[in-house]
């Protein structure tokens, strides 16, 4: 509409203006944010490429991790002392980690570190490893600084073994390689075989071309931790460090491995920080360390004939621990399901059916168990009935207490005359004699 040459709107033309600006405003608000994050990013990204550019001594490139190594110190000994070392994180400079503390590995010999977390003992594998370098006091490896050796030439001569092992995506071969890059396949297979790592390989569909998935996934936590070890042995190092090796696994896989370590600490300078105190028993020098400092020091008899000592009461609190746990399993067998009270299951072996022990349960007052399966087709169902019967008056009339252990043999498949005998648990044993039909 036009009034005197002007051009005039109606309302409805303003409302379109002004949404039209609203609308523009509310993208540009939008696009705001995002601004912000970009100009946030961009701050961050200047130091992180500054940290890139960084060069140092122990920089690397893939051609220098393949090609072999012919610069490893090989007149090296292994006697390590720590003195008066004293130690602070670059990013907490202002707790002290270590204060004056020393300690001396003897070349061949087993030295344990123990002690309260936080106390110190990784921040010395750290050091050793010259991952940081003390803020005042010395290293020395057989009387010479640790810092005039180069540091890949000194990683070489060190082998690790950590609480939670990384296995890559590859197979077992490769992953063992990883230790001696120019590794032989007998070499390969020498160090599986001292980390008690090479029968198991063996049984493996594919042996050691098995690929063990992402961090190791496919195997169980013994299995990665006899890899891990094999790893670090392929280069036969001289100085072996062990940062609770073992405290992560069961019992089984914990007794495996431990013999593997025991194995391999022969012949070299052995550090070893314990969580479970019984695997250092045989060390040559225990040293304890409480707030970044050694406290006591000496064999496993000599800490545990001093009253009141660190060491002692540490033994002592893992002895009741243990205890403890004990009897936490017995509660645990006692309140098992019916479903499993009916799980027994017999097993066909060298002429002997075994019954696996922990699948008998105590119910009021009394012993009951389910039905046999015959899984493996030995016997007839009349002598599955006549076991079935025989076991019932043994266990109703014969034990008071859980049953460990029970055993059915019979000198052949096919004989008719069976010899059962069941062990209660801190009993004798029970037996029974019976003919079947």
């Not at 890949?152 to 001569?157: A, E, G, P, S, V």
């Not at 800490?303 to 002692?312: R, V």
Request: charged share 20%; net charge negative; glycine share 6%.
């Amino acid at each position: 509409m036009s009034h005197n040459g002007y051009h005039s709107s109606n309302i409805s033309d303003i409302l379109v203006v002004v949404c039209s600006f609203a609308r523009c405003f509310s993208f540009y608000s939008d696009f705001a944010i995002f601004f912000q994050a970009l100009s946030e990013a961009r701050g961050a990204a200047v130091v992180v490429f500054q940290l890139i550019d960084e060069g140092n001594e122990a920089s690397f490139n893939e051609t220098d991790i393949w090609k072999e190594d012919t610069e490893s110190i090989y007149n090296i000994n292994g006697d390590i002392e720590l003195d008066n070392v004293n130690f602070t994180y670059p990013c907490r400079k202002e707790v002290s980690v270590l204060h004056n503390l020393s300690l001396i590995a003897r070349a061949g010999q087993t030295t344990a570190l123990v002690g309260s977390s936080g106390c110190g003992k990784s921040t010395c594998i750290s050091l050793l490893l010259r991952y940081y370098e003390p803020s005042l006091g010395q290293i020395t490896i057989d009387g010479r600084s640790i810092t005039d050796y180069n540091v890949k030439q000194l990683r070489q001569n060190i082998g690790v073994v950590s609480q939670e092992p990384i296995l890559f995506s590859m197979s077992i071969y490769e992953n063992i390689r990883f230790g001696k890059v120019n590794a032989t396949q007998a070499e390969i297979e020498n160090a599986a075989r001292e980390a008690n790592a090479h029968n198991f390989i063996m049984q493996l569909p594919y042996k050691y071309e098995t690929l063990v998935g992402e961090r190791g996934i496919q195997l169980s936590g013994g299995e990665k931790q006899r890899i891990a070890l094999a790893r670090a042995l392929v280069k036969q190092p001289i100085v072996l460090l062990l940062d609770e090796a073992t405290s992560a696994l069961d019992n089984v896989s914990e007794k495996i491995v431990q013999e593997a370590l025991d194995q391999a600490c022969k012949g070299r300078t052995t550090i070893v920080i314990a969580h479970r105190l019984t695997t250092i028993h045989k060390a040559h020098q225990i040293y304890v360390l409480d707030n970044g400092t050694v406290i006591e020091h000496g064999t496993h008899e000599r800490l545990m004939a001093k009253e009141g000592g660190k060491y002692q009461a540490m033994i002592k609190r893992q002895q009741t621990e243990k205890i403890d746990d004990d009897n936490d399993d017995l509660m645990n067998i006692q309140k098992a399901t019916e479903e499993d009270e009916k799980s027994i299951s017999a097993y066909y072996y060298e002429q002997q059916i075994s019954i696996a022990a922990g699948h008998v349960w105590q119910q009021s007052n009394c012993f009951s168990f389910g039905c046999l399966s015959d899984e493996t087709n030995h016997q007839s169902e009349s002598t599955w009935a006549a076991i079935h019967d025989l076991l019932d008056e043994l266990l109703n009339e014969k034990s008071t207490k859980p049953i460990t252990e029970l055993n059915i043999i019979s000198d052949s498949p096919s004989s008719q005359s069976i010899y059962i005998y069941a062990m209660a648990e801190n009993s004798n044993f029970v037996w029974a004699n019976s003919e079947l039909g």
